[in-house]
């Protein structure tokens, strides 16, 4: 038994650096997938078959070699594991509905009751004990502090996943006690989910220090907001059409800024007319301000944070282009963050 446990690691982590190889190859080098949906398309077929052939093989553990392929992908083709993160992501969304409610109507209540005792004894030596030794053992001789390796229990708490996908299979085997194994599953999910979203946020201020965040090693993704400064002119419709294009791309939120210095109702009214129109299924606001033109924008662009200002330049009319054109140039020279220039069609 010993011997064919250590064959099914070993074979599972060759396996898995095999199926990485094999994706790079055929997602990035042969370009089989075109878009996320496909890539993801792609992984899941064969991680699906490195599993379902598993048995059939008894040489390597097929779940272990679809968790190393991506440990393996991270570091042979980066930019593709991302976009695997991101199309999973989006499918388990999906896929968790039918797991949970599954589990829901498998688990019997009264069983559930008769085992609230043992279940929250078993729990709480296994969190404290067996989760704690295991997250010391694993962090045993890295930098991290003693606070931050605490931090770990209490940080790591919340687990429902695993019990979700593998609680129910021993009742679906016919092995006896089943029922008990898949109640003291839903209870743990019970108890540890709620824990871990009050253990989370009471105890990271008080064992972990904040600093640098790793953009590429989080899942959680910071709010875009784009800025677009216009007027009445015609130019209007081509800034307000390629912010929209932008801001389909990134999921962003749009800024439309109006800078005035007697009001104008008629003028915000066409402006807001243009915006409903080009961002009608984009989320924006429209902001109207007072003040020399540059510094109205470059405040706003400060104010909200924006990832990129898009500028309209006039393409006709010679005093336009000198006014719009001192305008841009003094955003460009003054801005601290990246500015896109977009100037009107010539008829």
């Given at each position: 038994?010993?011997?064919?446990?250590?064959?099914?690691?070993?074979?599972?982590?060759?396996?898995?650096?095999?199926?990485?190889?094999?994706?790079?190859?055929?997602?990035?080098?042969?370009?089989?997938?075109?878009?996320?949906?496909?890539t993801?398309?792609v992984?899941?077929?064969?991680?699906?078959a490195?599993?379902?052939?598993?048995?059939?093989?008894?040489?390597?553990?097929?779940?272990?070699?679809?968790?190393?392929?991506?440990?393996?992908?991270?570091?042979?083709?980066?930019p593709?594991?991302?976009?695997?993160?991101?199309?999973?992501?989006?499918?388990?969304?999906?896929?968790?509905?039918?797991?949970?409610?599954?589990?829901?109507?498998?688990?019997?209540?009264?069983?559930?009751?008769?085992?609230?005792?043992?279940?929250?004894?078993?729990?709480?030596?296994?969190?404290l004990i067996?989760?704690?030794?295991?997250?010391?053992?694993?962090?045993?001789?890295?930098?991290?502090?003693?606070?931050?390796?605490?931090?770990?229990?209490?940080?790591?708490?919340?687990?429902?996943?695993?019990?979700?996908?593998?609680?129910?299979?021993?009742?679906?085997?016919?092995?006896a006690?089943g029922?008990?194994?898949?109640?003291?599953?839903?209870?743990?999910?019970?108890?540890?989910?709620p824990?871990?979203?009050?253990?989370?946020?009471?105890?990271?201020?008080?064992?972990?220090?904040?600093?640098?965040?790793?953009?590429?090693?989080?899942?959680?993704?910071?709010?875009?907001?784009?800025?677009?400064?216009?007027?009445?002119?015609?130019?209007?419709?081509?800034?307000?059409?390629?912010?929209?294009?932008?801001?389909?791309?990134?999921?962003?939120?749009?800024?439309?800024?109006?800078?005035?210095?007697?009001?104008?109702?008629?003028?915000?009214?066409?402006?807001?007319?243009?915006?409903?129109?080009?961002?009608?299924?984009?989320?924006?606001?429209?902001?109207?301000?007072?003040?020399?033109?540059t510094?109205?924008?470059?405040?706003?662009?400060?104010?909200?944070?924006?990832?990129?200002?898009?500028?309209?330049?006039?393409?006709?009319?010679?005093?336009?282009?000198?006014?719009?054109?001192?305008?841009?140039?003094?955003?460009?020279?003054?801005?601290?963050?990246?500015?896109?220039?977009?100037?009107?069609?010539?008829?």
């Amino acid at each position: 038994m010993t011997v064919q446990a250590l064959l099914e690691i070993g074979g599972g982590l060759i396996v898995g650096y095999g199926l990485a190889r094999a994706l790079v190859l055929l997602l990035v080098r042969q370009h089989w997938a075109q878009n996320r949906v496909q890539t993801t398309l792609v992984t899941a077929g064969v991680a699906l078959a490195a599993v379902g052939l598993a048995p059939r093989l008894p040489l390597f553990s097929g779940y272990l070699a679809v968790m190393s392929a991506g440990f393996f992908l991270i570091d042979m083709d980066a930019p593709l594991a991302r976009q695997l993160r991101g199309g999973f992501d989006v499918l388990w969304q999906v896929a968790e509905i039918f797991l949970f409610v599954l589990l829901g109507a498998s688990v019997q209540l009264g069983v559930l009751e008769q085992s609230l005792g043992i279940g929250l004894l078993i729990l709480l030596v296994g969190t404290l004990i067996g989760r704690g030794l295991g997250w010391y053992l694993s962090t045993l001789g890295s930098n991290w502090t003693p606070a931050e390796r605490l931090f770990l229990l209490p940080g790591n708490s919340a687990k429902a996943t695993v019990q979700a996908a593998i609680g129910a299979l021993p009742l679906s085997a016919g092995i006896a006690g089943g029922e008990t194994m898949l109640a003291i599953a839903v209870l743990s999910i019970l108890v540890t989910a709620p824990l871990g979203a009050w253990a989370i946020p009471t105890f990271a201020p008080k064992l972990l220090q904040k600093g640098e965040v790793d953009p590429t090693k989080v899942l959680l993704q910071p709010r875009i907001v784009l800025l677009a400064p216009v007027d009445t002119s015609s130019v209007t419709a081509t800034v307000l059409q390629k912010t929209a294009e932008l801001a389909r791309r990134a999921d962003a939120e749009v800024i439309v800024l109006h800078v005035q210095d007697v009001p104008d109702p008629k003028a915000v009214a066409t402006i807001e007319a243009y915006a409903n129109q080009f961002l009608a299924d984009i989320r924006h606001r429209l902001i109207v301000t007072a003040g020399p033109v540059t510094e109205a924008i470059l405040a706003t662009a400060q104010l909200y944070n924006v990832a990129e200002i898009i500028l309209g330049k006039h393409g006709q009319g010679a005093f336009k282009r000198v006014l719009m054109g001192s305008v841009c140039q003094s955003i460009l020279e003054a801005s601290t963050r990246p500015v896109l220039i977009v100037e009107e069609a010539r008829s």
